[in-house]
């Protein structure tokens, strides 16, 4: 019978654009999953470079400005193009088998902005008009949303503004108040549509003030731009709170015209005196119609946030077999590490979800909701809570004495502790667990994947009185939370070298069997190298905010934060291959049929938050042509360390001469001199 399924599946795929990867997570619903099958466990250990595309960045942009980027994009292959933006929302079109580019637009967004994110753009969305005739301009559309909050329409074809799109191709986002700095309100995940309209999100610093800009989510007509509705997440009867928005990326049921939002923590986020309660419908699956923007059904994965737990992922769209029978999915994974599987028609849970009581004895001021929602069948994606016999750090011993004052110290009473004055202990860390990379699923096999960081974070609560005048130490991100009690200081759980306290691995991909509840298996991904001094490259994983692409051929593609693309085999999670970059790929990976050939592409272009290298590139690799190889040298170079051993063999060479060179002139003095 599972042989059956899986035949049936695979028939259904068939349908599908096969070739194309439409959408920013690959469908509207964001499976990433590819059903095309040339890359395989069996070959993909002999993929090459294909090609790469600067995007000129690195040399036209001042280093200041480079150092505030994140290139965090997943390019779209639609009209025969492979099409992405940069961070500084430059959205480009090129070639997809030769990198040559075909046509670029440039929106001009002023470099003296300082975004509260970074400059960063993760994906634009592309929309075809049925009504309009074929051949007609701007009949296939794409859709970017801007650092400075312009919500901008391209002829796909030519990337030429949709002259009847908004103010001749673009709209200007009112964030609804005066903005304390114009990077305080910005849009960073691409838009998504549905029955002839675009919805768009946004994000918004976090911890300046109780009384920040509101996070409605703004819908308009996708032709003309007209709006269409505003949804705002967070219900504000008695609240004082701003924004409870939605910047990560949503999804799109086009069959029953229902859009998806992953809300965020209402304003501030680390202390919610001001806004008693749970907070509805912030840190929630929030289903909306789309067409009209009325609530369709909303769960909640966090009552009163004070952790900055937000759903920071793509919600996946899929069917799974529950073992009951079939059934349309809402998946959700979340920072903490838990996949909720939610009723995609009610939001009903589809396995039990239990309220757990959890730490209590919040700051002053502070009222914390007494249980918190635990789902009970899919296990969590890695462990909630650090403790003493977790120190590691990044060798045996380095920094362990630190580490274990430091938890000492702390309040550290397991998962949901409130954050104090005295420092908490927040694992994992407030950037998961899984982030913006989301999750993938393989409808064949039934996994679900997901890319998860293992890392602490300290909170510290700082009195109003003391919060005047406060200069954070090296390493700590501070807010104001002005309209508080409270300022706050956050900052890594680290050893005297800035490795995090905890043992490694830092990153895993793990893979989850959802009917069986249970996990298949954990991957350790990536190494050191491009964080450690001489480009030391030990196997530590590293954390891992960006997710992976699967594929029918049985192939999980990952990047990390060294400077490679890696291939996993999607049963076992044996490592099949790595593709060296030119720098970091902090980005989701994306896959496609051209011309015969499938290609597998990802930005690396570094990631600034996270301490790599900067760069502009994108890079795509393929299976090698007739008489195509790469040399054994390079095999031996383009691999973690690779580079390092050639350094100090080349040291080892010049220290040898330098000696012999030494030896043989006092050799020639003793000879004189005899």
């Given amino acids: 019978m599972r042989s059956l399924f899986r035949l049936l599946v695979a028939l259904a795929l068939c349908v599908q654009p096969a070739l194309a990867w439409e959408y920013w997570g690959g469908d509207r619903g964001g499976q990433r999953f590819s059903p095309l099958t040339q890359i395989t466990s069996d070959n993909a250990g002999t993929l090459v470079r294909g090609w790469e595309f600067r995007t000129g960045d690195l040399d036209a942009r001042p280093p200041e400005v480079m150092k505030r980027t994140k290139f965090e994009v997943t390019p779209l292959f639609v009209e025969d193009s492979v099409i992405f ?319 274990e004052k430091l938890l000492a110290q702390s309040r550290n009473e397991g998962l949901y502790t409130p954050p104090s004055t005295q420092g908490t202990i927040v694992y994992p860390m407030t950037g998961g667990g899984v982030n913006w990379g989301s999750a993938a699923f393989d409808p064949v096999n039934q996994i679900l994947f997901a890319n998860v960081s293992h890392a602490a974070h300290v909170i510290t609560l700082i009195p109003r009185d003391q919060a005047k005048g406060f200069n954070p130490p090296p390493g700590h991100d501070f807010g104001q939370q002005q309209g508080a009690p409270f300022a706050m200081s956050r900052a890594l759980a680290s050893t005297e070298v800035g490795s995090p306290c905890n043992k490694p691995p830092w990153g895993e991909t793990v893979a989850v069997d959802l009917k069986a509840g249970k996990i298949l298996w954990h991957a350790t991904v990536g190494t050191s190298e491009d964080l450690a001094p001489l480009g030391i490259a030990l196997n530590t994983g590293t954390p891992l905010l960006s997710g992976v692409a699967i594929t029918a051929g049985g192939v999980v593609f990952t990047g990390a934060m060294d400077a490679y693309l890696r291939a996993f085999d999607v049963k076992s999670g044996r490592q099949l291959w790595l593709g060296r970059l030119p720098v970091p790929g902090v980005a989701n990976p994306m896959t496609y049929l051209w011309k015969g050939e499938q290609y597998v592409v990802i930005g690396a272009g570094g990631h600034s938050e996270g301490g790599t290298s900067i760069g502009d590139s994108v890079v795509a690799f393929r299976l090698p042509r007739q008489g195509e190889a790469v040399s054994l040298l390079t095999r031996l170079i383009d691999r973690p360390g690779g580079r390092f051993a050639v350094k100090a063999l080349a040291a080892g060479v010049a220290l040898t001469v330098l000696v012999a060179l030494l030896w043989r002139w006092r050799r020639r003095r003793r000879v004189k001199a005899a």
């Fill in 85 to 403: 933006c940069t961070p500084f929302n430059e959205v480009i079109a090129i070639d997809p088998g030769t990198g040559a580019q075909k046509w670029r637009f440039d929106p001009k967004i002023s470099m003296a902005q300082r975004p509260a994110n970074r400059f960063v753009c993760r994906g634009v969305t592309h929309w075809t008009d049925d009504r309009a005739a074929d051949g007609a301009a701007c009949k296939s559309r794409i859709f970017t949303g801007t650092n400075d909050t312009r919500l901008i329409a391209l002829d796909a074809r030519t990337g030429k503004p949709c002259a009847d799109f908004g103010n001749n191709g673009e709209i200007k986002i009112d964030a609804g108040m005066k903005l304390e700095w114009p990077g305080e309100f910005q849009i960073t995940s691409a838009p998504v549509t549905g029955r002839g309209v675009v919805v768009v999100g946004s994000a918004i610093g976090d911890n300046r003030r109780v009384d920040a800009p509101v996070g409605v989510v703004r819908a308009f007509d996708a032709r003309t731009g007209q709006p269409r509705w505003i949804f705002d997440p967070l219900v504000h009867d008695s609240v004082e709170a701003g924004h409870s928005n939605v910047w990560a990326p949503m999804s799109v049921d086009e069959e029953r015209g229902l859009v998806f939002l992953p809300t965020t923590s209402p304003s501030p986020d680390f202390w919610g005196g001001k806004r008693p309660g749970n907070d509805e419908h912030a840190n929630s699956v929030v289903a909306l119609r789309i067409e009209s923007g009325e609530l369709a059904w909303a769960f909640q994965t966090v009552h009163h946030d004070v952790w900055d737990y937000d759903l920071p992922a793509q919600p996946t769209l899929t069917r799974i077999d529950t073992g009951s029978g079939m059934r349309d999915v809402v998946i959700q994974p979340t920072k903490q590490g838990f996949v909720f599987v939610l009723d995609r028609d009610t939001g009903k849970p589809v396995w039990p979800v239990e309220e757990r009581a959890v730490p209590q004895n919040g700051a002053e001021g502070e009222k914390l909701s007494p249980t918190q929602p635990f789902p009970t069948h899919v296990p969590p994606l890695l462990t909630q809570r650090m403790t003493a016999d977790d120190v590691g750090g990044l060798l045996p011993g380095v920094g362990s004495v630190a580490c």
